[in-house]
């Protein structure tokens, strides 16, 4: 991508472009449009994505599905608001010590952020018209 920026595009790096493109959309500021819009082929990100070795190799499928499909619904995200649920609730299944409902002092047990992250994001899953092919 680093290449095309640089050949067809007014930016000498992939980073002035993704910040130029990240003013006009979200900053609104009156910056030069990019002479040349980049476009990724969403097939072809989502290969790398199922390569990513903490994936690739995990034993636990269904996290690994819904990892995959949440990084599909980021990428078809239609608002900034959204993309950054997505990925709060992505950040907080990964990185969560706990994915079960834990065990309060009055006996009851309370969901914990990550399960109420893996609720949400089964919801939007399972509401979109995504498809992912293996």
């Known amino acids: 991508m680093s290449a095309l920026v640089q050949a067809f595009t007014q930016y000498k790096s992939l980073e002035e472009y993704l910040d130029a493109c990240f003013s006009i959309v979200l900053k609104n500021q009156n910056i030069s449009i990019p002479q040349c819009m980049i476009k990724n082929d969403i097939n072809h990100f989502m290969h790398l994505v199922t390569q990513w070795s903490p994936l ?33 609730s992505l950040f907080s299944i990964i990185l969560s010590k706990y994915d079960v409902k834990l065990l309060n002092a009055t006996n009851n047990y309370d969901d914990t952020h990550c399960v109420k992250s893996i609720r949400y994001l089964q919801n939007l899953i399972s509401s979109s018209e995504i498809e992912l092919v293996d």
Do not use: A
């Open 56 to 88: 690739k190799n995990t034993k636990f499928t269904r996290t690994k599905q819904l990892i995959e499909r949440t990084i599909w619904l980021l990428v078809y995200s239609s608002s900034i608001s959204e993309s950054e649920q997505i990925l709060e």
